[in-house]
């Protein structure tokens, strides 16, 4: 009913640039906050970074200053803007939406759902 379709990862130099992109598709009401996740081998997935519906957003501090989150939500779709990428940005990226679907006429739920995940590969 609900899927996400990311794209735009790849291998990139240290200090290149990338640009992940997350597009939401189906039977959506609304959604809330959009937010990216990383998972580097032999650890655990990890917030990157976040942003509401009012867009208020918020970076791990790794980060910070260097990746930016945005949203068109007319797209139903969220991006993250990475520069002066580092080897230990290597990860797998995520992305989450929180989406509000409608079940029946005055009924709806609000759940995540995830993308399938894009390789993020930070070497010279």
């Known amino acids: 009913q609900v899927q996400l379709v990311e794209s735009g990862g790849g291998l990139v130099q240290p200090g290149g640039s990338l640009r992940l992109s997350c597009a939401a598709s189906?039977?959506?009401?609304?959604?809330?906050?959009m937010g990216w996740y990383r998972q580097a081998p032999g650890k655990q997935r990890e917030l990157v970074a976040t942003?509401?519906?009012?867009?208020?957003?918020n970076y791990t501090d790794s980060v910070k200053g260097r990746f930016t989150i945005s949203r068109d939500n007319a797209k139903n779709t969220v991006y993250l803007q990475m520069d002066s990428l580092k080897p230990e940005d290597t990860a797998v990226y995520y992305c989450?939406?929180?989406?509000?679907?409608?079940?029946?006429?005055?009924?709806?739920?609000?759940?995540?759902?995830w993308g399938q995940g894009t390789q993020v590969t930070v070497s010279s």
């Open positions: 189906g039977s959506i009401f609304s959604i809330n906050a």
């Open positions: 989450n939406q929180e989406i509000r679907i409608r079940l029946r006429s005055n009924t709806f739920i609000l759940r995540p759902y």
């Open positions: 942003i509401t519906s009012s867009g208020i957003t």
